[in-house]
């Protein structure tokens, strides 16, 4: 039987090269399909920037007159719950390379759980947080200035180590055209950061984890707050729609399956074919005394 089909599938090369063809196309679309999908699952996994269920969006704006010193406080008290990240301070100049860029001040008081991606290099530790003159610049950004791993940068009057660069190799994200240093190192060259922002805007800052605990003392921030003159809102983040991954992991698997069964039924189709065509043949060498072990199919041969 075995060297029946053998000689089938030798005499029929354009048959064989449709089936490989055919089972190429189903490992391309696997593979295709599961790259896709693990870069749909990065994607939603850089989007949410943690756990998006313990995070909060925390607005500061002036409620009549504020000091520098009482938003200050404030915000170490939002970092108590976990790391804080200010989103939109003002993009400041950078003398050295002629542009300018958002900082995004970063405070924490515990090593914490998630942090942005890095392409190369550390993110910050607690000792940074003391005011050690680091920074981690985004990817296009030292790409375009050619900044590198341990270089110097000037911002302000102070100089500052690069100890990272931010963002991911393989595609652009929201966090390599940005640079973030510690809070105080901010404070350091900006002292009256607070006093320049305008009645009508808001300090926008991100309460990476601690949501519970934020939770529980949500009332007294707000209270506390309003004494000093800041006006304090906050809102859940929103959690990003998983939809896209399951989709595309869905499309994936039905394509594959789908292509190797249609695959494998032509392989089976074509055997048997090859097989019945043989029918009137194999009852003659049946009716001459023919053995099982030369007929093409056992189960042909039953009387």
Known sequence: MYKFIFRQWKNRKVTI????????????????????????LEYIHDQRGGNPEQQVDVSLSRNGEWNQQDVEDTIERLSEFGETQLL?????KLDQYNDSFQIVPVLFHQEPDWHIPLVEGKYFSTEDMGGNQSIIIGKSIADKHKIKLGDNVVIGDKKFLVIGIGGRPSRETSW??????PWKGYLNIYPE????????????ILVKNGKDRFMQKSKSLIETADQKGIRLDYKNVSNIDASSFRNSL????????????IAVINI?????????????EIGIMKALGANNAILPKPWCLKS
Do not use: P, Q
């Not at 390599?176 to 240093?181: D, G, P, R, S």
């Not at 950061?193 to 926008?204: G, P």
């Not at 869905?250 to 069964?261: D, E, H, K, R, S």
């Open 250 to 261: 869905v499309i994936t698997v039905v394509a594959t399956i789908l292509i190797y069964t």
């Open 268 to 280: 089976v189709h074509l055997m048997l074919y090859w097989l019945v065509e043989r029918k009137r």
């Open 193 to 204: 950061c607070f006093l320049e922002i305008k009645d009508h805007n808001a300090v926008s």
């Open 17 to 40: 090269l449709f089936i490989v063809i055919g089972f190429f196309i189903g490992s391309l679309v696997m593979s295709l399909g599961t790259s896709a999908s693990m870069e749909s």
């Open 176 to 181: 390599e055209h940005v640079i973030y240093m």
């Open 88 to 92: 939109n301070m003002e993009n400041r």
